[in-house]
């Protein structure tokens, strides 16, 4: 291998990791984090129990 190869494949391979870098790097966004959450059952159950205990609690 001369001089000139082993700079023609180191640049090659500095262009191609380059490359890997960029896609690697891309930003990754998560949409459904700014979507409003949905309510699970558990959560809506324990709203449902709030309320009958300040209608309990009020009397």
Do not use: F, W
Request: net charge positive; hydrophobic share 20%; charged share 30%.
């Amino acid at each position: 291998m001369t001089n000139e190869t082993t700079n023609e494949t180191t640049n090659e391979m500095t262009k191609r990791s380059a490359k890997l870098s960029i896609t690697n790097s891309a930003p990754t966004t998560n949409v459904s984090s700014n979507a409003p959450k949905k309510e699970t059952r558990l959560q809506r159950k324990n709203a449902e129990m709030d309320e009958t205990n300040d209608k309990y609690i009020k009397r």
